[in-house]
């Protein structure tokens, strides 16, 4: 309990990043091994030791046509039809939105038998859960995600106490929701989620949402594991890459796409971190950042409805910290135009100047 | 859904008051109708013609001795011992914490029977209700009990859609928790709810809060019936009144605290509606407020835990308006003092003035 208590306060003011960080997605997977989740923590990627891995990632993805016929060639060798993966470009970035295999989309529940590790987590969908329209609010469906992780990572050995007795903790780097419809309040949904292969530095989880056994909405998430001593995301330890994966299709293929910063700004906003944005170990909760995003993202009074969120998690506001949360929408002419296809967003801290997250959301055309 | 849009568009600005409103908790109680219960909605008290009721209200209230003897002799009758009820003064107003007799506080669940309509619904706490230490959150336990009136509102046939249908909506006007304990993350929990009473305006809800038939919380409600046509809370309609009561003693007796205005100001922050704060009718939900009660009361980064909550809802905030929200706690002379036993609250919007919100909160000394 001790070695719990100290672990918990040093990870609170964890910074640093990766060193040898050059093996990103697009280079080696090793699906034979490593299951991701537990709790979510944030993570510093802006310090200069990372600037190998930066330049590491932006090569892996400048390469995005070669990712994109590898994992065409991935689904051909598993029986499934090439051409998946549809491209959603706007201000200038790729903002991929890819189709699972039919195997995925649409199919009854148990159709696919799943070799591996897999957990099914029942949730009703709440009243407070609900936007005006009594649909499923995403930030809440991204609670759903969060909790059937954890609960799946204590079911392998893996719970973020788990790491933190070896002198680790779990730190989600990146999320991805592919959004096809929404579950109503009073509704009974399933989140399936999985380990879904690892990396030198990264473990991969996926997600399906169902209802009656048909997927509403997918999502993938990237995994960090940070040293609390070294204060620094490390090569995964063997007690994580040990374990196995899933076998089944990722819930979301290809390449994640390259986040930037907005180029111009069409909205934004200041936030004080407050005591109910925190988690239960007392960072702000990942959430808490969608929420935001979504709440600046919101023409009007009701809750924003992206068909598709990604978001890069980069480093972590703290309690009282004041943030300003950015939109980029339309075009630089007319950027005043509301629920345009894709919008960019960046959460900075103002006192440092430092970029917390990165994320875009695709909206369908109204 | 003609009409329900319509009504929904209207109840975002009602305004106005009961006029005939001097019958108040206190005086006569029908205790063999109505039933209340639904969403929150927040109703404005702050024009002149509810000045008489108020007047009714602190006339009632001002005999508080004669209350308690009056909720001694109730409970004599009913076999329970006298003098459940203890008092907490703090900054010169009244916050009562009664007990409840032994026959609700630590009973084994089904162990008395309830006569007339109570619903249990049933709940696992997740990781994202939790505090740092596991515990639920405050604001989750208030998204429990609505959760559980709404759902049992409208099995009784008093749903807000069935009110609206008639030209009506349900608005809380009156929240109390008594907190004797709070489950942890994981643990399921069982909210019980029923029909408490009903008065001229006034219906009355009861809650308890139980974990493996122990109760751990106990909370009462009281909603006013508004006419979406008048704009202002009537005599509650008769088909809300012919509705049975549950025959079970109160989850927390006596009359309702006076609550006032806080005398002076302790801590006071500026919060922005947002849309994540308005619920799934496109107003601001009564949970938000007591979040923000909570977020304004936490001296450090962790959310605050009072061991009771006792909020009046005055009127309603509007997206995108900016609201203050005060707290007094300790005395005159050293008003820094966190954790006093008692603290006050008050929500304003400081672009007309209007109280919002007026609460009072006891912790525990620590």
Same mark, same amino acid.
């Given at each position: ?93 790729? $903002? ?24 099914? %987590? ?64 009073? %509704? ?18 996926? $997600? ?20 609390? %001593? ?82 890069? $998690? ?53």
């Amino acid at each position: 309990m001790g070695r719990d208590r100290q672990g918990t306060g040093a990870a609170r003011h964890l910074r640093g990043a990766p060193r040898r960080g050059r093996r990103t997605q697009g280079t080696r997977r090793d699906r034979s091994s490593a299951g991701p989740g537990g709790r979510a923590r944030h993570h510093g990627l802006g310090c200069p030791g990372d600037e190998r891995l930066r330049r590491g990632r932006a090569r892996s993805l400048a390469s995005g046509d070669e990712g994109l016929a590898r994992q065409d060639r991935l689904r051909r060798s598993r029986g499934h039809p090439p051409g998946g993966a549809h491209r959603w470009a706007g201000g200038g970035h790729l $903002f991929q939105a890819p189709h699972p295999g039919p195997c995925l989309l649409g199919r009854a529940r148990g159709e696919v038998p799943v070799k591996g590790p897999l957990l099914r %987590e029942g949730f009703r969908v709440r009243s407070y859960d609900a936007r005006p329209d009594a649909s499923l609010r995403i930030d809440r469906l991204c609670d759903y995600l969060q909790e059937a992780a954890g609960r799946h990572a204590q079911a392998m050995g893996l719970s973020m106490e788990r790491l933190m007795r070896e002198g680790y903790a779990w730190v989600l780097e990146r999320l991805h929701l592919e959004i096809d419809g929404l579950p109503r309040a009073g %509704e009974e949904v399933v989140v399936e989620t999985w380990p879904a292969g690892a990396e030198r530095l990264f473990a991969h989880r996926d $997600f399906l949402l169902l209802r009656d056994g048909q997927v509403l909405a997918r999502a993938r998430s990237r995994w960090l594991v940070l040293s609390l %001593e070294r204060r620094r995301a490390v090569r995964l330890p063997d007690f994580v890459r040990g374990h196995p994966v899933a076998e089944r299709p990722r819930a979301i293929g290809g390449p994640y796409a390259r986040l930037a910063e907005p180029t111009w700004t069409s909205r934004e906003q200041l936030r004080t971190v407050r005591p109910s944005d925190l988690d239960p170990v007392g960072h702000v909760n990942n959430v808490a950042y969608v929420r935001w995003i979504l709440d600046a993202l919101a023409a009007g009074a009701e809750p924003a409805v992206p068909a598709a969120l990604d978001v890069a $998690f980069r480093a972590e506001a703290r309690g009282g910290d004041t943030v300003c949360v950015r939109v980029q929408e339309g075009t630089p002419a007319n950027h005043a135009v509301a629920h345009h296809a894709v919008a960019h967003h960046a959460i900075h801290r103002p006192s440092d100047g430092r970029t917390l997250l990165l994320a875009a959301t695709r909206h369908r055309p109204s």
